[in-house]
């Protein structure tokens, strides 16, 4: 997406307020910091504001800089300013004009970090207009409950005339309903001069950004204001903020999904985060949670209560019900849970199944191989149409080092056995039930542990006797 201009200087910069603390999140994190949909508020703002291919992007920072840097940096082009004392909102657009943009010139579009459902397409059309208009400064306005928010104060003819913060504001303008949701696109031959001419003579003692506008209108050129639905611009400054906006965006990626061919069982209930992919015609059911990188594949089938995150399912892939995947790898055809694990780095080849209460890591597993109850694979390679059996241990680690235990194709592991690593077992081999295996199988042979049965006869009667007597 990019911003064509209407004049001959077209470029663009994109400035981010996002040093506020947010006192009212009652939290040691700046509020910028607080995740939706599994990412930061800031970055939500970037990535609506990237497609505009801005020339420079700063963000102000204050409160936890180091912290709010970091969560910037991956993935984004951006400059920072730091807002040592915090002034108001002009005062951050001086600090970010002064540290990054002193020699820029164009036009500046100026965000919050805190409005994170605001949409690529809103902030190109407002560029747009602004452009085409030649405005001096324009702006996006809105309608709806305004508590807490500057009104637009307009004149008979229904121009704009200014911007009246609520504290500010008389008892009339009070009932106006259009609100400011301070997203701006402002010409920087302008901008630097209606910073410098900032005061403080308000109800909270801070140099107001809403006071620009008065300015731009005092000076008779263009100001346009652009209007957006409210519960695009709605920023966050409580806990019940952020979870109502939460609902809102997961209602919004779940709407998306089911549109290009996902189903699912209870929508109320999933959680998706926006960067996950699924394929048609996958299945979704309750209470299902997908997450990070996560890449599902078509004719999946996740049942309830499964947490993906950052993990791979290739087509056709069955989540059984309570599984837990992290970092990991599923080929076409595998079956998995319900009850079982996969943690990071785990790789599964088509068609293998992992049954109840198994927990894989760090392990390659081949196709056809199945591991359907109880048991702990780690650090282990194993091979094709293999079956591990119930119980079964790969004991990888010996208090200073983790080893590995190879497995080849075809082999039978009986129940109840240890592997202890570092082992290889070959092609075609077995292990009897309840072995222990601490050296290599050769290739076709058995391997076991003799434990001759013994028997007591008449114990149990005698055993019984004891016990009454001890208790009486």
Known sequence: MSVPATEKDARLAVVVLAAGQGTRMKSAHAKVLHPLGGEPLVRHVLAASAPLGAERTVVVVGHQAAAVEAACRAGFAVDFALQTEQRGTGHAVRVAVDAQLADFTGDVLILYGDCPLLRAETLERLVRRHREQRALLSLLTTVSDPHGYGRIVRDATGHLQAIVEERDASEEQRLIREWNPGIYCVQSRFLSTA????????????????????????????????????????????????????????????????????????????????????????????????????????????????????????????????????????????????????????????DVHIGNFVEVKKSEIGAGTKANHLAYLGDATIGRESNIGAGTITCNYDGFVKQRTMIGDRVQIGSDSQLVAPVTIGDDAYVATGTTVRHDVEPGALAFNPKPDQRRAGWVEGFRKRMRSAKS
């Open 195 to 350: 910073l410098a001419g900032l005061t403080a003579n308000n109800a909270q003692g801070e140099l107001y950004l809403t006071d620009i506008v008065a300015a731009a209108v005092a000076r008779g050129e263009p100001v346009v204001t652009e209007p957006v639905a409210p519960a695009e611009v709605e920023g966050i400054n409580s806990r019940a903020d952020l979870a109502r906006l939460e609902a809102t965006l997961r209602a919004e990626i779940v709407a998306r999904h089911m549109a290009a061919g996902v189903s699912f069982l209870d929508p109320a209930t999933a959680y998706v985060e926006a960067s996950v992919t699924i394929g048609a015609d996958t299945v979704v059911g309750p209470m299902v949670q997908l997450r990070g990188a996560t890449r599902i594949g078509r004719d999946c089938r996740i049942e309830g209560n499964a947490f993906v995150t950052d993990s791979e399912l290739a087509d056709g892939v069955h989540l059984r019900p309570m599984v837990v995947i992290t970092e990991s790898r599923i080929g076409s055809g595998a079956v998995i849970g319900p009850f079982a694990q996969l943690r990071p780095g785990a790789h599964l080849h088509e």
